[in-house]
């Protein structure tokens, strides 16, 4: 129960006691008294009537004086209301917005503008930080590149290398191309949240999409002893990037062939559900655990079993994939069941 509502029931508990009271007193004074008075027969005093008039008139004003005053409080804790409303809705991409002020100022108005000042402060935070990420993955591009081309340069030009040689170069290769897709996906998840990537908005024909994404995915699953699956594919279309659409696909049937078991299964289904489509992807690995399952979205998180068995991985893959959904408009929700069962569901408007 929030503050209004709770002094709110307060007065109207006070003004329903000051009628029951009210209601007590004219009875009394215009019933009980007066037949008092007529079986004992006194008879009333001139103008008597009116000073009991009067009097009730008087205990009456107390109701309203209190509802008055239940008013006036509800008018004055409005601001608080308005300012709990407006913290409740803040987060990372409108901390520009100030927190409506009355400017009358007192004690509301002062927290309001002190909060405004702390989100202002939040905000060239988070733009520093943007700004060291994107120059930073700007800066890293550059060695890693010549890193890489001097090590494919001695890796393919110099056949005479020994065997442990030419595999310690593959593996300082490897690496170099995860330490690449960790400062692309940085840079990507940083422009994103910065508003500066933009998304075509064409006609998307998803069937075709997933087809091609199916197609992809059977010879991926092929290199691990894994069975492809596509349950349906109606052909539905959607408004959207068809590139950044197809990147996603591609994160999520990777991830459900890598966290697979050998001789698992990866089914995909794409079909209409009510005004949306929806894709299903799902594999038969470990599963996620249930403390991890909420945290999946975040940012360099990996579970035990991808540690282990997918150590190329760099934990942004998800969160590209969900930014790529909601950009779209849609919604992406991973579960898993008690036996390892993991579905991956994205709903998309469509077209």
């Not at 009116?50 to 107390?62: D, K, L, N």
């Not at 990372?92 to 402060?121: C, H, I, K």
């Not at 910065?194 to 087809?211: D, N, S, W």
């Not at 698992?264 to 249930?290: C, F, H, Q, W, Y």
Request: aromatic share 6%; with cysteine.
């Amino acid at each position: 129960m929030t503050l209004r509502q709770r002094l709110a029931f307060r007065y109207t508990l006070i003004v329903a006691a000051c009628l029951l009271l009210l209601a007590g007193l004219a009875y009394h004074e215009f019933v009980t008294e007066p037949r008092v008075r007529k079986e004992m027969g006194v008879l009333e005093a001139s103008g008597s009537a009116w000073g009991e008039y009067a009097e009730v008139f008087f205990h009456g004003m107390i109701p309203v004086v209190l509802g008055c005053g239940w008013w006036l409080m509800r008018k004055t804790l409005a601001p608080i209301d308005a300012l709990a409303r407006g913290v409740e809705h803040l987060h990372a991409g409108n901390l520009r917005d100030p927190l409506p002020r009355s400017f009358n100022g007192d004690e509301v108005d002062r927290l309001t503008e002190v909060f405004n000042a702390m989100t202002a402060r939040l905000d060239q935070s988070f733009q520093q930080m943007r700004q060291f990420t994107l120059h930073a993955s700007h800066e890293l591009k550059t060695p890693i590149t010549a890193m890489r081309l001097h090590l494919e340069t001695e890796f393919n030009v110099w056949g005479t290398l020994a065997p442990n040689h030419r595999r310690l170069i593959d593996v300082q290769l490897h690496e170099l191309q995860r330490l690449t897709r960790i400062v692309d996906g940085l840079t990507l998840l940083t422009k994103a949240d910065a508003g500066l990537v933009t998304l075509e908005k064409k006609p998307v024909r998803l069937g075709q999409l997933v087809r091609e994404s199916f197609d992809d995915t059977v010879v991926l699953a092929e290199a691990h002893d894994v069975r492809a699956t596509l349950a349906g594919c109606e052909d539905l279309v959607v408004p959207g990037d068809a590139n950044r659409l197809r990147q996603a696909l591609l994160n999520l049937t990777d991830n459900a062939v890598k966290y697979n078991r050998a001789g698992g299964t990866v089914r995909m289904a794409l079909r209409k559900a009510e005004d949306a489509a929806e894709i299903e992807i799902t594999n038969t690995g470990d599963g996620i655990s249930p403390e991890l399952q909420p945290h999946v979205f975040e940012r360099f998180v990996r579970g035990r079993d991808a540690l282990s068995k997918a150590g190329d991985g760099c934990g942004l893959g998800l969160t590209i994939v969900q930014w790529i959904v909601q950009a779209h408009g849609g919604a992406i929700q991973i579960s898993s069941d008690a036996t390892g069962k993991t579905t991956a569901a994205v709903r998309l408007p469509l077209a």
